[in-house]
């Protein structure tokens, strides 16, 4: 979920972007320290029980080691260590885990960072504490020792959930599409040599890992985030339409969402924006709904205005009017569709390169609930509705071409075409995929960042993936989702003479020239060396 989010991101929209946050006020600030001062935030209210517990275990531990320091001390340094430390938990408490390398690693640089904002006369407990911490189950630690980190490794799951993806998420809003379960909103992109080392690394150590890129709980669906994803081709034209926003709509007299709040609700309504302008008022207000009932749910969950046990309504109910007043502004919503109508076709190419790098690389692919089509859902509850299950089954009863598919896009019927069709050849050839090799592919030619190419290999069968890339720069169509422009671009293929066959069925490809004018961008061919015949 990541990974592939990240790699469909255009790291040269970074000091752009930047730019954009940093004039949203004093409280757009890195998303390191956002997230850090939401950990110290969240250890003094919600988790102030669990703290203090937390506290006196160590400090039971330290005085059966013969360490001396005062509650006052000892809770400064622990709340330090708490708030720099990266990992969801360790596991030294728990003795079935037998490799704890990357534990020690999480917790001495959480020690090195609290080092720094601590003064020279806690360094004595800081060292006592990293000790308590760090000890091993091989090492025997005392009882009191082994409960204390346990007491941790309890605490900073939850605290890392609560403070991160429930509280620093909601307030950092540089580009949202980054902000979801898994991801470090600091890292906007992956290159495509990392996201491969990724895949190869996955392949050697995990091969059954599940590769996920929609849960129950994410922040907003795979499709939004794929189209969130194109602002980043078009940063300074997405930076200027914000600020000509900020300057027509924002709040007049401080009534309505602060420029943080405004930005994150303009991310989200483009994320869930329909394909095709509203088709009645009735529907209008639906969708508005939906979107009050995340800003309410967001607002909270940032900690800024509002929050669960003291809601604001006063800010509350201002943001919930500037909202409904900008969905029933003909001029915005019109600016809106103009928008979807220029960045959507490449965020659904976004979409479906996210599909098919989920159905092909190292792992088992996960479906979640209703992704089979696209999904612009937001928050929970709003990505637990209802699946149209019908509409589905009447889609795959009139399976066409995928090319027909790709023609008539906004149905969504393209992306369940290429889930069927890989899916199927996955349930003929599964050693391909379970313990096939994973090669990551040489790209030639000026256009060479636009594309994500690797062959999967087992038995003398052969299968060349190309996914697109950044696909606003490809000029894609509108209507058919085709390039628009000739694409300078080679796939080196050293040994693997054709034929290939396309399990999209598109027209014979000349494998080495995979993306070319007039076509869809999405190349999944197979090669059999037995000549066996495909199916």
């Excluded at 531990?61 to 340094?77: E, I, N």
């Excluded at 996210?354 to 999904?375: A, I, K, M």
């Excluded at 066409?400 to 896009?409: G, H, I, K, V, Y």
Aim: glycine share 6%.
């Amino acid at each position: 979920m990541d990974q592939v989010s990240a790699v469909l991101h255009d790291a040269r929209a970074v000091p752009v972007l930047d730019k954009l946050w940093a004039a949203c006020g004093p409280e757009a600030r890195t998303c390191g320290l956002i997230a850090r001062e939401a950990r110290a935030q969240l250890l003094a209210e919600g988790f102030a029980a669990e703290f203090g517990q937390l506290t006196r275990l160590l400090a039971t531990a330290l005085k059966a080691r013969g360490a001396d320091c005062t509650p006052a001390g000892l809770r400064m340094v622990l709340e330090a260590m708490l708030v720099s430390f990266t990992l969801y938990r360790t596991y030294f408490g728990d003795e079935a885990v037998q490799d704890h390398a990357e534990d020690g690693a999480a917790v001495h640089d959480a020690a090195r960072a609290a080092r720094s904002r601590l003064g020279a006369g806690q360094e004595p407990v800081l060292d006592a504490v990293l000790g308590i911490l760090s000890a091993r189950p091989e090492q025997a630690p005392a009882p009191c020792v082994r409960r204390a980190e346990q007491a941790f490794e309890h605490l900073t799951a939850p605290l890392a959930a609560k403070s991160t993806e429930d509280t620093a998420f909601y307030r950092y809003a540089r580009l949202i599409s980054r902000n979801d379960v898994g991801s470090d909103p600091a890292r906007l992109s992956l290159t495509v040599a990392d996201f491969h080392a990724g895949c190869a690394a996955r392949a050697r150590l995990h091969p059954d890992a599940m590769l996920t890129t929609a849960t129950h709980d994410h922040k907003r669906g795979e499709d939004s985030r794929a189209r969130l994803a194109v602002l980043s081709e078009m940063a300074p034209q997405w930076c200027a339409q914000v600020s000509e926003w900020f300057a027509r709509n924002g709040a007049q007299a401080g009534i309505g969402p602060d420029r943080i709040d405004e930005l994150m609700l303009y991310q989200t309504m483009l994320g869930a924006w329909p394909l095709t302008p509203f088709a009645s008022v009735v529907l209008r207000e639906a969708w508005c709904d939906r979107i009050v009932q995340w800003q309410t749910k967001a607002l909270r969950e940032a900690k800024r205005h509002t929050n669960w046990l003291d809601p604001d309504t006063a800010y509350e109910e201002a943001c919930t009017a500037f909202t409904r007043r900008l969905v029933a502004s003909a001029a915005f919503t019109a600016q809106m569709d103009r928008m979807v109508a220029w960045i959507a076709p490449a965020g659904a190419l976004n979409g479906l390169a996210q599909t098919l790098l989920r159905l092909t690389t190292p792992g088992v692919p996960d479906l979640y609930q209703g992704c089979d089509l696209w999904d612009f859902s937001l928050v929970d509850p709003d990505n637990r509705r209802p699946v149209d299950f019908g509409l589905r089954h009447a889609l795959l009863e009139h399976a066409s071409s995928f090319d027909a598919s790709a023609a008539t896009w906004r149905t969504g019927q393209v992306k369940l075409d290429l889930i069927r069709r890989i899916l199927s050849f996955r349930a003929r050839y599964p050693d391909l995929f379970a313990i096939g090799s994973y090669q990551p592919l040489e790209l030639e030619g000026a256009d060479r960042d636009h594309a994500i190419a690797f062959l999967r290999q087992h038995d003398g069968f052969t299968l060349l993936v190309v996914a697109p890339r950044l696909p606003l720069g490809m000029e894609v169509q509108p209507d058919t989702l085709a390039v628009g422009r000739d694409m300078a671009l080679r796939v080196a293929l050293m040994q693997h003479a054709g034929p290939w066959h396309s399990l999209l069925g598109a027209a014979p490809v000349e494998a080495a020239m995979p993306f070319a004018r007039g076509q869809v961008p999405l190349v999944c061919l197979v090669h059999d060396a037995g000549g066996r015949g495909m199916p």
